[in-house]
Structure formats: structure tokens, C-alpha cells
């Protein structure tokens, strides 16, 4: 059974940075890309980063310059790395892989 677990979220200010983790198990994890998502309150979901299973990234612009989107097939993992948060950054994240496979989520919450 695939599982895909985020960690990291919570409460920070403006400026602040936070790193998201998501943890797969159950899966060839060196075989999919994998995305990470999120959606606010009221808004639909839309995508924030990917990342192709050689290591080609792409962002959503608002967040280019400001979040990294990583990974590491050995511990089956993609991070994300947030800096310079804003309060409009204020959303649940989910990390999807292969297109197919998703997350619970995590709240990342800015706010002064």
C-alpha cells in the first residue's frame, strides 16, 4: 500500500522560511515525479513546485526564488524548502507523486 506522509507545516510570521518533508513509502519512489500542492481557504488547489524523477524542477511564479522543491530516492523523500513566507503562502500542502498518489496534508499558517 503506497502511503505519503508531510511533515513540517505550522505557524510562522512573515519572512519566516519552513521546510515541508514528505515521506513515501510503498512505492518505486526513484520512478515518479512528484508535485507539491496546496489550497487556501475558499480557493481551489493549484500547484506550487515539481519535480521530475531526474531532477528538473519547475515552480508556480509567485513562489520562483523563494521555495525549493528537492529530492532524495534513497530515503524516498521530497522537501520543500519556503523562505521569505508570505501571508498569501497561508495554505494546506500536499505532495502528490507520480500523479497518482497523495498526501493527508499539512497546515502552513503566516501570519504576524
Known amino acids: 500500500q503506497v502511503q505519503l506522509v508531510e511533515s513540517g507545516g505550522g505557524l510562522v510570521q512573515p519572512g519566516e522560511s519552513l521546510r515541508l518533508s514528505c515521506a513515501a513509502s510503498g512505492i518505486l519512489f526513484g520512478n515518479g515525479a512528484a508535485t507539491w500542492y496546496r489550497q487556501a481557504p475558499g480557493k481551489q488547489c493549484e500547484w506550487v513546485a515539481f519535480i521530475s524523477n531526474g531532477g528538473d524542477t519547475t515552480y508556480l511564479d509567485s513562489v520562483k526564488g523563494r521555495f525549493t522543491i528537492s529530492r532524495d530516492n534513497a530515503k524516498r523523500t521530497v522537501d520543500l524548502q519556503m523562505n521569505s513566507l508570505k501571508p498569501e503562502d497561508t495554505a494546506v500542502y500536499y505532495c502528490?507523486?507520480?500523479?497518482?498518489?497523495w498526501g493527508q496534508g499539512t497546515q502552513v499558517t503566516v501570519s504576524s
Open positions: 502528490n507523486l507520480a500523479g497518482i498518489h
